[in-house]
């Protein structure tokens, strides 16, 4: 799915099975670099620039036609006398300026071939993978919806809320929420969350340092200290009493049985982090 619409209202807003052309350049006449100038010294050389440009745009529409196409899709701009002819000639949808983004994703979805050239095309460069095209009106926004792909290896999240914060807010969760689904894919194992893996740690540097004499000891201590962060920044954030929770908290975790026990930010209270169902994903803590 991606944020844009036909270039001509005439043309087709719903296609099945859709023969799809991806292209990396512009319908239209290309204009000089630089420092071009076009003398004309009567009337009819301007018509035969004119004439001209036509000829060029027709060109590569003519080769676009031969590979049959029912949609095409460009990064650039299409001129009106290429949606004309487009339109006129093969009954084409074509879509303009396109995110190059948007069109890596549609060539993964439909098995197309991004081209820099029209001339350049063949039967294989042509998506035939996507089973439904279909333009929509979402707000005030016009969106395209190329679904039922055969082998799909892209995808879109449509988020909608009822402002710009608001829909801020929901895309880092998301990326959040994203990255957490791709930490356990590459690292299938799970851990305590609530802060039961940190306060466990912290107990149990504390318990080392004890049995070091000297200053060697202050530097297992300062860790324990700084893994205990965590929990107290959980409990901070869920408005619990941090100094009573974290006591608890330790006290817990001196017994071998409290393994598991950590701060329920919904609940503000300490449970048992497997009885509720809180993990975090290993590739974090390593």
Same mark, same amino acid.
């Given at each position: 799915?991606?944020?844009?619409?036909?270039?001509?209202?005439?043309?087709?807003?719903? %296609?099945?099975?859709?023969?799809?052309?991806?292209?990396?350049?512009?319908?239209?006449?290309?204009?000089?670099?630089?420092?071009?100038?076009?003398?004309?010294?009567?009337?009819?050389?301007?018509?035969?620039?004119?004439?001209?440009?036509?000829?060029?745009?027709?060109?590569?529409?003519?080769?676009?036609?031969?590979?049959?196409?029912? %949609?095409?899709?460009?990064?650039?701009?299409?001129?009106?006398?290429?949606?004309?002819?487009?339109?006129?000639?093969?009954?084409?949808?074509?879509?303009?300026?396109?995110?190059?983004?948007?069109?890596?994703?549609?060539?993964?979805?439909?098995?197309?071939?991004?081209?820099?050239?029209?001339?350049?095309?063949?039967?294989?460069?042509?998506?035939?993978?996507?089973?439904?095209?279909?333009?929509?009106?979402?707000?005030?926004?016009?969106?395209?919806?190329?679904?039922?792909?055969?082998?799909?290896?892209?995808?879109?999240?449509?988020?909608?809320? *009822?402002?710009?914060?608001?829909?801020?807010?929901?895309?880092?969760?998301?990326?959040?929420?994203?990255?957490?689904?791709?930490?356990?894919?590459?690292?299938?194992?799970?851990?305590?969350?609530?802060?039961?893996?940190?306060?466990?740690?912290?107990?149990?540097?504390?318990?080392?340092?004890?049995t070091v004499e000297g200053?060697?000891?202050?530097?297992?201590?300062?860790? @324990?200290?700084?893994?205990?962060?965590?929990?107290?920044?959980?409990?901070?954030?869920?408005?619990?009493?941090?100094?009573?929770?974290?006591?608890?908290?330790? @006290?817990?975790?001196?017994?071998?049985?409290?393994?598991?026990m950590g701060i329920n930010?919904?609940?503000?209270?300490?449970?048992?982090?497997?009885?509720? @169902?809180?993990?975090?994903?290993? *590739?974090?803590?390593?």
């Open positions: 799915m991606f944020n844009k619409d036909v270039t001509h209202p005439n043309m087709r807003r719903s %296609i099945a099975n859709p023969r799809v052309v991806l292209l990396d350049c512009p319908l239209e006449y290309k204009k000089g670099e630089s420092m071009t100038n076009m003398e004309f010294t009567k009337e009819e050389d301007f018509k035969k620039a004119l004439a001209m440009e036509e000829t060029e745009v027709l060109r590569m529409c003519r080769h676009i036609l031969k590979v049959k196409p029912d %949609i095409v899709i460009t990064e650039k701009g299409v001129s009106d006398i290429a949606q004309h002819f487009l339109l006129k000639e093969g009954n084409v949808t074509c879509i303009r300026r396109v995110r190059k983004t948007d069109n890596n994703r549609i060539s993964r979805i439909c098995g197309a071939t991004i081209c820099n050239r029209p001339e350049e095309l063949e039967e294989k460069d042509v998506g035939s993978d996507c089973a439904s095209f279909e333009v929509k009106k979402l707000g005030d926004d016009y969106f395209t919806y190329m679904t039922d792909c055969k082998n799909p290896k892209a995808c879109s999240i449509v988020l909608r809320g *009822a402002s710009k914060d608001v829909l801020n807010e929901i895309e880092r969760n998301l990326h959040d929420a994203l990255g957490v689904a791709r930490n356990v894919l590459r690292n299938p194992k799970l851990v305590p969350g609530g802060g039961a893996l940190e306060m466990e740690l912290s107990v149990r540097l504390t318990k080392l340092a004890n200053t060697s000891q202050w530097p297992y201590k300062a860790m @324990a200290s700084a893994l205990e962060v965590i929990p107290r920044t959980l409990a901070q954030n869920c408005g619990g009493n941090v100094v009573r929770m974290l006591t608890e908290l330790r @006290a817990l975790h001196q017994d071998p049985a409290g393994l598991n930010g919904n609940t503000a209270t300490i449970e048992n982090m497997e009885t509720a @169902a809180i993990w975090d994903p290993c *590739a974090v803590k390593l």
